[in-house]
């Protein structure tokens, strides 16, 4: 089975230690930027109606806006409670100074 890339954005686009939304073939993801490191998730956070892109950034976790709850972006797995169902996460890879993701 070959795997289907989506262009999601411009690498220049996302900030380091940051997320930002996107829209990829309809369906909204949240990217992050870790050093060299693009992620991609679900946008929202699995315990409460938040926005993760909107999330604090530290390392390779995101922590929640509204419940502090924190997500590993590498795995999804949760961190830090609330909590106890991690979020999804989307394969990525950059080429062309594009970031592209396959959708799971």
Known sequence: MS?????AAALDELWDNAGMAVTVQG???ALFRVGDEVMATDPMCTH????LCDGFVEGHEVECPLHQARFDLRTGAVRCGPATEGVAVHPVRIDGGRVWV???
Do not use: N, V
């Open 3 to 7: 795997t289907t890339w989506h262009d």
């Open 27 to 29: 369906r909204e993801l």
């Open 48 to 51: 409460g109606h938040a926005r």
């Open 102 to 104: 396959a959708l799971s």
